[in-house]
Nanobody, 123 residues
């Protein structure tokens, strides 16, 4: 099983930037398609972005296109989410997830999830 650990969350002000990291360990392959999600209080979990194993493909939800960038460093087993121009509506717990089956693009299911990191954006 793949273990995922997110880091980099915190309290920032409107207009600030933040970079989240997600480090993977375990598993039988060297890399997987990886995604970022978020969940705000009272809302369902929301997909944000996904990146393919070799970084050749990315896919974003429309609401974060142009502000958020997903990237990865396979030598460090780490995926990043660069978030710019943050606003209070971005306040949520951010999760990374791994597509262990690797059957579709973009992935339809994610089998491994991290515990999440809190991002809070103040006015």
């Amino acid at each position: 099983q793949v273990q995922l650990v997110e880091s980099g969350g915190g309290l920032v002000q409107t207009g600030d930037s933040l970079r989240l990291s997600c480090t993977a360990s375990g598993g039988t392959r060297t890399s997987y398609s990886m995604a970022w999600f978020r969940q705000a209080p009272g809302y369902e979990r929301e997909f944000l972005a996904v990146i393919s194993r070799g970084s050749t493909l990315t896919y974003y939800t429309n609401s974060v296109k142009g502000r958020f960038t997903i990237s990865r460093n396979n030598s460090k087993n780490t995926v990043y989410l660069q978030m710019n121009n943050l606003n209070p509506e971005d306040t949520a717990v951010y999760y990374c997830a791994a597509d262990l089956d690797d059957r579709n693009w973009p992935p339809e299911d994610y089998e491994s999830w991290g515990q999440g990191t809190q991002v809070t954006v103040s006015l």
